[in-house]
């Protein structure tokens, strides 16, 4: 079992920055690939930015320069400083994590998502 737990989401006023927090824990040997994604009422969800275990980052062309993805791999957390905050940017934000695993004497990939963190941009 992985369990990833969000934080730091809230109500923010446009031009605003809010930073997101993102911490796996549970069954795991390693974590390759951790990011964060969107996804609004009625649609499809959406990478906003993912980062791999060698901070190799990729960013939505609609945050670039605005967004920053980082994470502590001693801590297996995640981080997402989300500046110059928009109204369009307001969405669930969802953690996701590839998760290594090791169990009798197998590796195997788990494709883990967080529970979602609501972030409010107001205009």
């Known amino acids: 079992q992985v369990q990833l737990v969000e934080s730091g989401g809230g109500l923010v006023q446009a031009g605003g920055s809010l930073r997101l927090s993102c911490a796996a824990s549970?069954?795991?040997?390693?974590?390759?690939?951790m990011g964060w994604y969107r996804q609004a009422p009625g649609k499809q969800r959406e990478l906003v930015a993912k980062?791999?275990?060698?901070?190799?980052?990729k960013y939505a062309d609609s945050v670039k320069g605005r967004f920053t993805i980082s994470r502590d791999n001693a801590k297996n957390t995640v981080y997402l400083q989300m500046n110059s905050l928009k109204p369009e940017d307001t969405d669930v934000y969802y953690c996701?994590?590839?998760?290594?695993?090791?169990?009798?004497?197998?590796?195997?990939?788990?494709?883990?998502w967080g529970q979602g963190t609501q972030v409010t941009v107001s205009s």
């Open positions: 549970g069954s795991i040997f390693s974590i390759n690939a």
């Open positions: 996701n994590a590839d998760v290594q695993q090791y169990s009798g004497g197998l590796y195997y990939s788990t494709d883990s």
């Open positions: 980062i791999t275990s060698g901070g190799g980052t």
